[in-house]
């Protein structure tokens, strides 16, 4: 398995739809965390994005996963990127 980093980029203007949204996607999280996919997550301070890390065959099967996001059918998400990443230290790393 692979690890990847996801940054989700928001605006202001969907934060009431995050707002409403946000126990679906919390609740999707927490079952992909307790299936060992999910490693970590959390919004970024300024409440404009947010990043997760995955651990997953590849990158195709992270953005397939991610249409599940409940967040995605409600475009609270402006962007995404995804990147490979090797943690060398660290309870992830291998």
């Given at each position: 398995?692979?690890?990847?980093?996801v940054?989700?980029?928001?605006?202001?203007?969907?934060a009431?739809i995050?707002?409403?949204?946000?126990?679906?996607?919390?609740?999707?999280?927490?079952?992909?965390?307790d299936?060992?996919?999910l490693?970590?997550s959390?919004p970024y301070?300024?409440?404009?994005?947010a990043?997760l890390?995955?651990q997953a065959s590849?990158?195709?099967a992270?953005k397939?996963l991610?249409?599940r996001?409940?967040?995605v059918?409600?475009?609270?998400?402006?962007?995404t990127?995804i990147?490979g990443?090797?943690?060398v230290?660290?309870?992830?790393?291998?």
């Amino acid at each position: 398995m692979a690890t990847f980093l996801v940054d989700y980029t928001f605006t202001a203007d969907t934060a009431a739809i995050r707002d409403d949204t946000r126990p679906a996607h919390r609740a999707w999280l927490s079952n992909l965390f307790d299936e060992g996919i999910l490693k970590a997550s959390g919004p970024y301070p300024d409440g404009l994005g947010a990043l997760l890390i995955f651990q997953a065959s590849d990158e195709d099967a992270v953005k397939e996963l991610l249409q599940r996001d409940p967040y995605v059918p409600v475009d609270a998400i402006e962007a995404t990127s995804i990147r490979g990443w090797t943690p060398v230290f660290g309870p992830i790393s291998d």
